[in-house]
């Protein structure tokens, strides 16, 4: 399928969606699916490095939030509207990840995703000691009522997350297919093995961090809008860390389907929790669900279904399936 | 004919631990070197160091008249330098053709402004399945092959990158007698289109039949550099092979 | 901020001791990341777990924490022992140990510290001891018992543990099977069992740094999260599974976090021993081949 197609058949699928949850007519399906959309960016940008990589990323809370304070920031200089935020936090997060590749790339798997842990909290303390965006008190964002012509506000964050998240699928489909997503493919097999056969994969690497972070950043954005008060505590909250991870694992990590699964899956699972149980329980869910599947199924629900599928035995990591101009080859 | 690859003074150590120490060698474009040594000697080392994989302390490496101190390991196999690994390392989650894909997509395509398309690639890989026999199993993953489908898999994916130089780093350990014979008879289709060849192996009659000049690696140290026949024959290689 | 030399001192020396209950805390990842390389992200979690059982014994019996934990050490070892043979036979054996090892570990704290939140709440707990109020004075120089005690008993820890790993046989079939592990079984050893017994070793010193912690300050569900990062830093900075370099590190960071702590507040001390860490692995030698 070409691009362009996928395109328009994304967008269409976001038009239903949106109609749908008009026609539900209660504005906390908006509420809600903001956040499952949310989600959706968070995971799939995280899978860019982690799936496509193999660099485990835990400081995806620092470049989500970063988005957010940058869209604060911005907002107490002049007021933009978001779109224009929402590139903000793409470049300043994308700059980020460009700088943490920088410094932390060449260091071998758990030392790299460490790193990034250590990165996050700096981040976080950085934050929370600059007056300007609030600090440690926070920061308050007055939401505008209502606007053209969508009625209430949240409709419009609900439709500019929805835009970001066919966005994101859209460039991890395209990097899976290009040349740049085989070379993603060599660092996480064998990186050596890359190098010896040509790839860059300093700058490939760099290339995904930038990405990754720059799109999580995007996510982030428009936060301060959705909920009115911005705090480092929940911005740069260990719950979007695990989440961007479990998400892709409990999908599946081989391409842009399983992080939109998982988000959706999972994403939904917390939002029903949260509203009929407890918000710590669902953080309980998460955790056992993530667990769960990591031993069960490595593969995550792609796994699964291929499994189901072509009766293969599980256990391949990373299974790709997909050559770029094979004949027929699908999705 | 001048020299393809040129070591000189070459040091590489591990912590205390001295893996290489002066190591110069010339290989001349076109020739069959074989090298030789001990377990531990540090033929491996030297490879990973010439190839870029490491990083040596001392000494230079100069490949088809250009310095390469600096250059990173995929730069050197861009300026026409590959390898294979003694354990062979596929890409485990690409298929055969998308493993040949790589180095047509990064090294060669990156070479000189030279733009490969699509189509082009496609068909080198094919070709180059076809050469080593496994044109067949092109869809198939490297998880399924045997052991010397392996060592052929890492043989054509270091000719698809196009070399003007190949180190064949103990490309036949483990094969039987007739599996031996194929993996030569590609090298030796390989250095007749033109590309020198560096072969490491411990097979002797490999060795022997498929060099033209013979290097022997002992401890780190270069003990021995000439003609196959003469090199076997010095007393101080005996040493080194029937002494340890 | 005045600058004081009394200041300097006391930061300093409540810097020194606080470091050595920070190497009790880091010597069970010194195990399981230094020596075994398995990434357990989830140990501050389980330090808390043992803080929370202290805690109880400590409030139902009346029993004195470090005791107390001492004696529940068995149990941990035990959890810990479970763990690995869980997270052998899922990801070690199959070679996909980084991703979902590190993925398995991040789930283990979330569940762990989620379920302390649902079953004590997110007030402070404390507990009480003879050592915790009374300060000894020297002069300029104060310090506060209960900060002394888990120090004298983290170095007793320490030493007791750098004495098992040198001296016995399992302890030096640990230090081995890093190292190599054909050779052990050559040896008609284990390694799978080795590394089980190492890990449940490293579960079981959380039971024990967990009790100093709760002693030191008020304990709360989410207090290990800060401790994650200082943990690996530390380990790493003490060159991965050395108990004394770790010891060394701990002191340093603990140091380091005093002063600044006293001199420029405590909402920076956090990005000081994680700036450490970054420095530290931007230094170190462990790129792709560990040149």
Known sequence: MRAGLFLIICLLVAAVVFAAAFALGNDYYFFAGYVVLQYVVLATAWNIL????????????????????????????????????????????????????????????????????????????????????????????????????????????????LLLAVGAIFVARMIERSRLGYGFATIRDDELAAEACGVPTLKLKLIATTISGGLMGMAGAPLPYYIGFLQPSSAFGLDYAVNSIAMPLIGGTTSWVGPLIGAVLLGSLQQIATVTISSAVNLLIVGFVLVGFVIVAPNGIIGLVHKYLQHQPDDLVGRRHVSVDSPGSTT | MSAMLHVDGLGKRFGGFVALEGISLSVAAGERLGLIGPNGSGKSTLVNCICGTLRNEAGTVRFDGEPLDGDTAHERTRRGLARTFQLPRPFVSLSLADNLRIPLMYAVAARGGAHLSTSEIAERCVHLLREVGLERKAKRLPRELTQVEMRKLELARAMAAAPKLLIADESMAGLTHSEVEEILTLLNRLNEQGVTVILIEHIMRAVMSFSQRLVVLVSGRKIADGDPKEVMRDPEVERAYLGQ | MIFSFDLLINAVISGILIGAFYAAVTAGVSLSFGILDIVNIAHPAFIILGSYIAYIINAQLGLDPILASIIVTPAFYALGAGIYQIYYASFERRGQESLRGLAFFFGLLFITEVSLVLYFGVDYRYVEAAYIGPTWHFGAIDIPLRILVPCVVSLLLIGALQLFLARTFVGRAIMAVAQDQLALKLMAVDPIRIKRIAFGISIATASIAGAFLIVIQPVEPSVGREYIGRVFAICVLGGMGSLPGTLVAAMLIGIVESVTSTFYGPSWAPAVSFGFLLLTLAVRPAGLLGR
């Open chain 1, 50 to 161: 982690g799936g496509y990589c193999g660099y485990v990323n835990f400081g995806s809370a620092a470049f989500f939030a970063l988005g957010a304070y940058s869209a604060v920031a911005v907002h107490r200089f002049h007021p933009l509207p978001i779109p224009l935020l929402v590139l903000v936090g793409g470049v300043v997060s994308g700059l980020v990840g460009f700088g943490m590749g920088y410094l932390t790339l060449r260091l071998r798997g758990a030392f790299f995703a460490i790193a990034t842990l250590a990165l996050a909290v700096v981040l976080q303390t950085l934050v929370v000691n600059w007056g300007y965006v609030g600090g440690s008190r926070g920061a308050y964002i007055i939401r505008p009522e209502a606007i053209a012509p969508f009625g209430s506000y949240i409709r419009y964050l609900f439709l500019i997350m």
